[in-house]
Every structure is written in structure tokens, then in C-alpha cells.
């Protein structure tokens, strides 16, 4: 049974940093793409980076970009997402996602961890 379980969410101060990982199992993800997600309140989902299968390829939402770093782990089954200057804006629920490097939409899902920023 294939499972993405995310952690390290939790509440920090604008200016602040969190880490978020993503752990995989149930298959190998060695060719797959991983993503990170987050939903607001009230707002759609909406897509923060994702990495392709070995690391070397990587894409950021344009407000995200300069402050979110994702990375894969060495067993490909592990991502992180490093969240530096946290503005109160990037409060929601962070999502893990992965979907075969080919594929147009994502398969697999995780069920979140919540990342609250406060002013």
C-alpha cells in the first residue's frame, strides 16, 4: 500500500523557517516526480515545487521562489521542502504528492501538515 506522510509543519513567526518532509513507501519512487502542495482556507490547492527523480530538476511557484527549497533524499523516497522567510501568507495545509516522471497529474497523496505563520 503506497503511503506519503508529511511532518514538521507547526507554527512559527513571520521571518521564521520551517522543514517539511515527505515519507514515501509502498513502491519505489526512483522515477518518479515529487511534489509539494498547500491549500489555504477558503482557496484552492495550489502548487509550491516539485523535483524530478533525481534532484537535478526542480520548479517553483513564482511566490515561493527565492524562500522554498525542495530536495530528495538519497533512497529518492524522501522530500523535503526548507520554508525560509515564512510570511503569514504561506499559512495552509502542505500537501506531498508524487506522480510517474511521464504522467500529467499526480497519484499519490499525503494528508497534510499544517503550517501556520502568525504576524
Known amino acids: 500500500q503506497v503511503q506519503l506522510v508529511e511532518s514538521g509543519g507547526g507554527l512559527v513567526q513571520a521571518g521564521g523557517s520551517l522543514r517539511l518532509s515527505c515519507a514515501a513507501s509502498?513502491?519505489?519512487?526512483?522515477?518518479?516526480?515529487m511534489a509539494w502542495f498547500r491549500q489555504a482556507p477558503g482557496k484552492e490547492r495550489e502548487f509550491v515545487a516539485h523535483?524530478?527523480?533525481?534532484?537535478?530538476?526542480?520548479h517553483y511557484a513564482d511566490s515561493v521562489k527565492g524562500r522554498f527549497t525542495i530536495s530528495r533524499g538519497n533512497a529518492k523516497n524522501t522530500v523535503y521542502l526548507q520554508m525560509n522567510s515564512l510570511k503569514p501568507e504561506d499559512t495552509a495545509v502542505y500537501l506531498c504528492?508524487?506522480?510517474?516522471?511521464?504522467?500529467?497529474?499526480?497519484?499519490?497523496w499525503g494528508q497534510g501538515t499544517q503550517v501556520t505563520v502568525s504576524s
Open positions: 509502498g513502491r519505489s519512487f526512483s522515477n518518479y516526480v
Open positions: 504528492a508524487a506522480k510517474w516522471d511521464g504522467s500529467t497529474e499526480y497519484f499519490y
Open positions: 523535483i524530478n527523480w533525481n534532484g537535478d530538476n526542480t
